[in-house]
């Protein structure tokens, strides 16, 4: 039976590839700080789909805590088949507002430093197995400049290429996922304003899994889920730089707006 980890698995994306992977009979180990939370999926998925499920409580901002995790990564008696590098949170403070300087610090530790930490120990474990998948979660919004999130974002999806690459011929892949606008409370728990965008921008949480999950099993090194986000990546990569910074700067005005 294959096992897979999963970060940030209460909410949003992380919760997806949970109830996904479950329904197609892997076991699981779920990561997150609610441990109420977590044990409820845990028996929901227990009862519905007869599958393992170990929960494993931790806060990814904290350095034990994520060396724990990569412990269980690293686990050679119940292996990790596929991890899914996914914990974090939005992110639309100031860089000039001295307040926020603590929330960058923790975006910084849970969405890069814990990645980088937990993405190594799955890929040496994998790499001794001979086998493995692993998806980190970036964004589109790598591709733009909003603010620390894209600087995060565009970080994550650089490493993940990194990783990719270093990995590439021992029987590991590693792929980055580049989701849009997605429905889940990602937004709301944030603060940003999104009930002005189109409802075209958007994209199903349970489509982007299974387009990201069928992207891993083909190896591909990025998986951007449905055309339309495609298009929007490939102009965001290829475009004019004036265009981006201009779009950008209107992005992230709009967002202050009630």
Known sequence: MARALITGATAGIGNAFARELAARGYDLVLVARDLERLDAIAAEFQQ?????????????????QVL???????????????????????LHSSLLDPSQLELHERALDVMCLAMLI???????????????????????????????????KAW???????????????????????????????????????????????????????ECLADAAKGRVESVPTLKWKIALFIADHGPRGFIRWFSRKLSASRKKG
């Open 156 to 210: 994550a999806r650089t490493w993940s290429t990194g990783l990719a690459l270093e990995l590439s011929g021992t029987g590991v892949t590693v792929t980055a996922l580049l989701p849009g606008w997605v429905r889940t409370e990602f937004h709301q728990r944030a603060g940003i304003k999104a009930h002005n965008l189109p409802g075209i921008v958007w994209i199903d949480v349970d489509q982007l899994v299974r």
């Open 48 to 64: 519905v789909h007869g599958v393992e499920v170990e929960v494993l409580q931790a806060d990814l901002s904290v350095r034990d």
């Open 118 to 152: 937990l993405g190594g120990a799955a890929g040496r474990a994998m790499k001794a197995r001979g086998q493995g998948r692993i998806i980190n979660v970036a964004s589109t919004s790598g591709a733009i400049f909003t603010g620390n999130y894209s600087a995060i």
């Open 68 to 90: 724990a995790v990569a412990a269980r990564l690293e686990d050679t008696e119940h292996p990790v088949d596929l991890f899914i590098n996914n914990a974090g949170f939005g």
